[in-house]
């Protein structure tokens, strides 16, 4: 695929992002069509955190273009690209550390960026109970009902990551990255982060997935797409995937590596 | 007596000082350049009254207008550079307008002499600022017959204004959203926020009140020079909210009121007014690292004050008052 297609939600075209020498993107097409998990797998390294960056317009590419919902999102403020309707979730937790947890999850929701200063200054906290009831309707899917109060930064791990979670899902937004939402997770948080993923999606949004646990991947996405030194190696269903030669020798490769 | 209403008149003027630097500091910048926005505040309003004639208020206005303009004159190129750059731009500002007001010269004759007794009685005072000299004669206060004892009070009744403002600002979204650039910029925008437009508003805004204090400043002591406004008082203005807390708008107010006025309670302490500063910031570093007030104190008070008022705890379930479930706070 050379160019976006309008009925796909995001789309990347030759997108090349270089950090000095580093290729950590390396001439990339690829396509996410609406509905479901879709997956994005490779070995440490291989441009998966970059190119989040690129689509949430963190990094913007060195060449190429990004597409969502049939607008060029290519290069455009971070803000502008979370407006559009795309929210994601950070590998390296990006709490709001001293607020609490409902006003992390409070202070995210949509409206927030369509107010003017004015409204945003008058809008004071304890007059807006429909916000809140759905504050409280988030924090109960991720399981944070009884942390409201706690500061975000005194959260273990794993319910930061749950936080991180209800802090993009308070945007509402049409397209949702996880980067490694299980990342340094127990077993049994894990099972329940992959639960609580499958819901996600199945009430809305569009789920991007990053995430190193194969199982987990291979259980919730309809789709995934493996990058190996910034490119696309391949893609299909779960099944494809994981009997592609090329998949097995870039895994095997870095376990070997790494090793 | 008169001296104590200067001395209030001082305190006030501190805390909305203070409350300039903690405008910005919400965001998570640190400006060491108000001091140049109180030299513009107090220069261009006490031109408009005691050269033009103006009206305090209007005067004092212009005085905030004139700050927040130089405000996002400076705000909207450095505030992309990350952190200390900008702070080290605000103080390279500050020095920049203390020289200029060091040397610059306009206004008018006076229409008469001052002191009739002195040497030179018959040379007319110099109404506006002149060179090194400073700017003399800022009489609106005698003239207009307002007393220390009611220019004290009006300055109080501006302290509760501007406490009004951060009150509302911090249980705002508005508030949220600077909290959440402070945290984490690219967080911030991730959730929409723009974290370029939030710093240049909190920073110019934070100018205009420093451009208030100077307008209250320059009439309260009817001579300023451009020697005034230096890097030492700025970097005391940044100790008001350091020490006092920059976690609410109730730490710069208690930071403020301690150094005002304790050269005034202990006046052997005055002579050493900087090297206490010194101590005082050292010990907040090393012992309370967000100052004397924190918000989980003023958290507590107002559940508090809201149970004795009630006479049980009406603190709803999301009530940031609330007691929270885990007691891992720091
Ligand atoms: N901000 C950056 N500056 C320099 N190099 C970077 C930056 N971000 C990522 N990289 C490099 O790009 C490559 C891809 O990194 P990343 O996208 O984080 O990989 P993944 O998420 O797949 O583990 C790595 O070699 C990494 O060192
Ligand atoms: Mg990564």
Same mark, same amino acid.
């Given at each position: 695929?050379?160019?976006?297609?309008?009925?796909?939600?995001?789309?990347?075209?030759?997108?090349?992002?270089?950090?000095?020498?580093?290729?950590?993107?390396?001439?990339?097409?690829?396509?996410?069509?609406?509905?479901?998990?879709?997956?994005?797998?490779?070995?440490?390294?291989?441009?998966?955190?970059?190119? %989040?960056?690129?689509?949430?317009?963190?990094?913007?590419?060195?060449?190429?273009?990004?597409?969502?919902?049939?607008?060029?999102?290519?290069?455009?403020?971070?803000?502008?690209?979370?407006?559009?309707?795309?929210?994601?979730?950070?590998?390296?937790?990006?709490? %709001?550390?001293?607020?609490?947890?409902?006003?992390?999850?409070?202070?995210?929701?949509?409206?927030?960026?369509? $107010?003017?200063?004015?409204?945003?200054? %008058?809008?004071?906290?304890?007059?807006?109970?429909?916000?809140?009831?759905?504050?409280?309707?988030?924090?109960?899917?991720?399981?944070?009902?009884?942390?409201?109060?706690?500061?975000?930064?005194?959260?273990?791990?794993?319910?930061?990551?749950?936080?991180?979670?209800?802090?993009?899902?308070?945007?509402?937004?049409?397209?949702?990255?996880?980067?490694?939402?299980?990342?340094?997770?127990?077993?049994?948080?894990?099972?329940?982060?992959?639960?609580?993923?499958?819901?996600?999606?199945?009430?809305?949004?569009?789920?991007?997935?990053?995430?190193?646990? $194969?199982?987990?991947?291979?259980?919730?996405?309809?789709?995934?797409?493996?990058?190996?030194?910034?490119?696309?190696?391949?893609?299909?269903?779960?099944?494809?995937?994981?009997?592609?030669?090329?998949?097995?020798?870039?895994?095997?490769?870095?376990?070997?590596?790494?090793? | 007596?008169?001296? &104590?209403?200067?001395?209030?008149?001082?305190?006030?003027?501190?805390?909305?000082?203070?409350?300039?630097?903690?405008?910005? *500091?919400?965001?998570?910048?640190?400006?060491?350049?108000?001091? =140049?926005?109180?030299?513009?505040?107090?220069?261009?309003?006490?031109?408009?009254?005691?050269?033009?004639? &103006?009206?305090?208020?209007?005067?004092?206005?212009?005085?905030? @207008?004139?700050?927040?303009?130089?405000?996002?004159?400076?705000?909207?190129?450095?505030?992309?550079?990350?952190?200390?750059?900008?702070?080290?731009?605000?103080?390279?500002?500050?020095?920049?307008? #203390? @020289?200029?007001?060091?040397?610059?010269?306009?206004?008018?004759?006076?229409?008469?002499?001052?002191?009739?007794?002195?040497?030179?009685?018959?040379?007319?005072?110099?109404?506006?600022?002149?060179?090194?000299?400073?700017?003399?004669?800022?009489?609106?206060?005698? !003239?207009?017959?307002?007393?220390?004892? !009611?220019?004290?009070?009006?300055? @109080?009744?501006?302290?509760?204004?501007? =406490?009004?403002?951060?009150?509302?600002?911090?249980?705002? #979204?508005?508030? *949220?959203?600077?909290?959440?650039?402070? !945290?984490?910029?690219?967080?911030?925008?991730?959730?929409?926020?723009?974290?370029?437009?939030?710093?240049?508003?909190?920073?110019?805004?934070?100018?205009?009140?420093?451009?208030?204090?100077?307008?209250?400043?320059?009439?309260?002591?009817?001579?300023?020079?451009?020697?005034?406004?230096?890097?030492?008082?700025?970097?005391? +203005?940044?100790?008001?909210?350091?020490?006092?807390?920059?976690?609410?708008?109730?730490?710069?107010?208690?930071?403020?009121?301690?150094?005002?006025?304790?050269?005034?309670?202990? #006046?052997?302490?005055?002579?050493?007014?900087?090297?206490?500063?010194?101590?005082? +910031?050292?010990?907040? +570093?090393?012992?309370?690292?967000?100052?004397?007030?924190?918000?989980? +104190?003023?958290?507590?008070?107002?559940?508090?004050?809201?149970?004795?008022?009630?006479?049980?705890?009406?603190?709803?379930?999301?009530?940031?008052?609330?007691?929270?479930?885990?007691?891992?706070?720091?």
């Amino acid at each position: 695929m050379t160019r976006a297609e309008p009925q796909d939600m995001l789309s990347a075209v030759a997108v090349t992002k270089a950090f000095g020498a580093h290729l950590a993107l390396d001439n990339l097409s690829l396509a996410v069509t609406k509905g479901g998990v879709i997956g994005l797998i490779g070995p440490n390294g291989s441009g998966k955190t970059t190119l %989040f960056n690129a689509i949430t317009g963190i990094h913007s590419p060195t060449s190429g273009s990004l597409h969502f919902a049939g607008r060029d999102i290519t290069g455009r403020a971070s803000e502008r690209i979370a407006q559009l309707g795309i929210a994601r979730t950070f590998q390296n937790l990006k709490v %709001f550390r001293r607020l609490t947890v409902f006003d992390n999850v409070l202070g995210a929701q949509n409206s927030a960026s369509d $107010m003017t200063m004015w409204q945003m200054l %008058f809008s004071v906290r304890r007059n807006e109970t429909p916000r809140r009831d759905r504050v409280e309707h988030i924090l109960e899917r991720v399981g944070l009902t009884d942390r409201r109060h706690a500061l975000a930064q005194d959260l273990p791990l794993g319910e930061q990551r749950r936080l991180e979670l209800a802090r993009a899902l308070a945007r509402e937004p049409e397209l949702l990255l996880l980067d490694e939402p299980a990342g340094g997770m127990t077993p049994q948080e894990t099972d329940t982060m992959a639960e609580l993923i499958h819901d996600v999606a199945e009430a809305g949004p569009t789920v991007f997935l990053i995430e190193h646990k $194969m199982g987990m991947v291979m259980r919730l996405c309809r789709h995934i797409v493996v990058l190996n030194f910034g490119r696309k190696i391949a893609e299909g269903t779960p099944k494809q995937v994981q009997s592609d030669a090329a998949v097995r020798e870039a895994y095997l490769g870095s376990v070997a590596r790494h090793a | 007596m008169a001296y &104590w209403y200067t001395v209030i008149s001082l305190m006030c003027i501190n805390t909305i000082l203070a409350w300039s630097v903690y405008s910005s *500091f919400m965001t998570g910048t640190v400006s060491l350049g108000q001091a =140049g926005f109180f030299a513009i505040g107090a220069f261009a309003s006490a031109s408009l009254t005691a050269i033009y004639g &103006w009206h305090i208020v209007p005067a004092t206005m212009m005085g905030a @207008v004139a700050a927040a303009i130089v405000g996002l004159a400076i705000a909207i190129p450095t505030l992309r550079l990350k952190g200390l750059y900008l702070t080290i731009a605000t103080v390279a500002f500050v020095e920049v307008i #203390r @020289v200029v007001f060091h040397n610059i010269k306009y206004g008018r004759d006076g229409e008469f002499a001052i002191d009739a007794s002195s040497a030179d009685a018959r040379q007319m005072p110099w109404i506006g600022p002149d060179g090194p000299l400073g700017f003399r004669h800022i009489i609106y206060l005698t !003239e207009h017959h307002i007393t220390p004892g !009611e220019y004290a009070m009006w300055l @109080v009744l501006l302290v509760i204004a501007f =406490g009004v403002y951060f009150w509302v600002l911090e249980r705002s #979204r508005l508030g *949220f959203a600077m909290r959440a650039v402070e !945290e984490d910029e690219i967080a911030a925008q991730g959730v929409g926020l723009s974290h370029n437009f939030l710093k240049v508003f909190a920073f110019a805004i934070g100018a205009a009140i420093a451009g208030v204090a100077g307008s209250l400043y320059a009439h309260l002591l009817t001579f300023i020079t451009g020697d005034d406004f230096n890097i030492p008082l700025t970097v005391m +203005m940044l100790a008001y909210v350091v020490i006092g807390g920059g976690q609410t708008f109730w730490g710069p107010i208690l930071g403020a009121l301690i150094f005002t006025l304790l050269p005034e309670i202990a #006046r052997e302490t005055k002579e050493f007014r900087l090297e206490l500063f010194g101590i005082a +910031m050292l010990a907040t +570093m090393v012992f309370r690292q967000h100052g004397l007030i924190t918000r989980d +104190m003023v958290r507590r008070a107002e559940t508090r004050i809201k149970t004795a008022f009630t006479g049980r705890n009406t603190i709803g379930p999301d009530e940031p008052g609330a007691p929270a479930p885990n007691p891992t706070k720091k």
